[in-house]
């Protein structure tokens, strides 16, 4: 069965309510270090829904459509969760929040770049998947600047086992260090091994329902394995800064349809959140 084919669940929805802001202790972390953990960032209800939903479109095990080495990492499922019950306050919220920790005078404002499920099934299982490997998000995403960050949620307690990620701090500002598909079988330590001396790694995450973890699109990071016997439930949304242009090169992860070369995207699909 593949992931078009399923209906949209109807699921009776929570109301949006308990959308803390972002701390001024949680913003100078995201920028001494690249990254920020975000305790209980979404609240228990909403997530639950999250989670709910996503298991109704995915299969209780995270299964549906997860083809074996397609896509290393996890089996990804798009969103698209604007205007969406939940999903669209969530990405509003999001894009705030992006705004706050970047900083209105470095930004033009947060424009929804993409949504989607991320989730890391058993490594043991034939459609199961290994580690993330270490990898900067910024090259492969065609965007003529940074600035953009993904806001990576548990939608359930997860622990080093179940595959969460690590992120090495301070690595956002020692530039750009290269398209992941260009490692082969290694990673991008393999090209700058000297990277860890001074950016130690976080470790793998511990995360509770509802925590989320930004990174900027210059943070190197990477996720375990999954060993957990059971799915790693994640959603994952990404923002880019508002006046981001297209490099004009071919894109992954999504459709530069009607985009033009150094234009920036277009506001039906990338709407500017904030
Ligand atoms: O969730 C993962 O395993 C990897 C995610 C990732 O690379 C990212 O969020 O940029
Ligand atoms: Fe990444």
């Given at each position: 069965?593949?992931?078009?084919?399923?209906?949209?669940?109807?699921?009776?929805?929570?109301?949006?309510?308990?959308?803390?802001?972002i701390t001024?202790?949680?913003?100078?972390?995201?920028?001494?270090h690249?990254?920020?953990?975000?305790?209980?960032?979404?609240?228990?209800?909403?997530?639950?829904?999250?989670?709910?939903?996503?298991?109704e479109?995915?299969?209780?095990?995270?299964?549906?459509?997860?083809?074996p080495?397609?896509?290393?990492?996890?089996n990804?499922?798009?969103?698209?969760?604007?205007?969406?019950?939940?999903?669209?306050?969530?990405?509003?919220h999001?894009?705030?929040?992006?705004?706050?920790?970047?900083?209105?005078?470095?930004?033009?404002g947060?424009?929804?770049?993409?949504?989607?499920f991320?989730?890391?099934?058993?490594?043991?299982?034939?459609?199961?998947?290994?580690?993330?490997?270490?990898?900067?998000?910024?090259?492969?995403?065609?965007?003529?600047?940074?600035?953009?960050?993904?806001?990576?949620?548990?939608?359930?307690?997860?622990?080093?086992?179940?595959?969460?990620?690590?992120?090495?701090?301070?690595?956002?500002?020692?530039?750009?260090?290269?398209?992941?598909?260009?490692?082969?079988?290694?990673?991008?330590?393999?090209v700058?091994?000297?990277?860890?001396e001074?950016?130690?790694?976080?470790?793998?995450?511990?995360?509770?329902?509802?925590?989320?973890?930004?990174?900027?699109?210059?943070?190197?990071?990477?996720?375990?394995?999954?060993?957990?016997?059971e799915?790693?439930?994640?959603?994952?949304?990404i923002?880019?800064p508002?006046?981001?242009?297209w490099?004009?090169?071919?894109?992954?992860?999504?459709?530069?349809?009607?985009?033009?070369?150094?234009?920036?995207?277009?506001?039906?699909r990338?709407?500017?959140?904030?």
């Open positions: 069965m593949d992931q078009t084919d399923i209906a949209e669940p109807s699921l009776p929805a929570p109301e949006v309510t308990g959308l803390r802001p001024p202790a949680e913003i100078t972390h995201y920028n001494r690249g990254w920020v953990k975000l305790d209980r960032f979404l609240p228990e209800p909403l997530v639950d829904y999250m989670l709910a939903y996503a298991k479109r995915m299969g209780e095990n995270g299964s549906i459509s997860a083809t080495g397609k896509f290393d990492y996890f990804a499922l798009p969103v698209l969760g604007l205007g969406k019950p939940v999903f669209d306050a969530v990405l509003r999001f894009a705030q929040t992006a705004v706050d920790v970047r900083n209105l005078r470095k930004t033009a947060a424009r929804y770049f993409l949504d989607f991320g989730v890391k099934l058993p490594v043991e299982q034939t459609d199961g998947h290994g580690k993330s490997d270490w990898h900067q998000d910024f090259a492969a995403q065609v965007s003529d600047r940074s600035g953009g960050m993904v806001f990576w949620t548990a939608l359930a307690d997860l622990t080093p086992q179940h595959g969460t990620m690590a992120y090495l701090s301070g690595s956002h500002r020692e530039g750009v260090m290269g398209d992941y598909r260009t490692y082969g079988e290694g990673n991008l330590l393999d700058y091994p000297e990277l860890i001074t950016c130690p790694s976080s470790g793998l995450q511990t995360l509770a329902a509802g925590d989320v973890v930004i990174h900027s699109d210059l943070t190197v990071h990477m996720a375990g394995p999954n060993t957990s016997g799915a790693r439930w994640t959603y994952l949304a923002m880019n508002a006046d981001a242009r490099t004009g090169g071919p894109a992954i992860s999504f459709d530069t349809a009607g985009l033009t070369h150094l234009g920036e995207l277009d506001d039906a990338f709407p500017r959140l904030a």
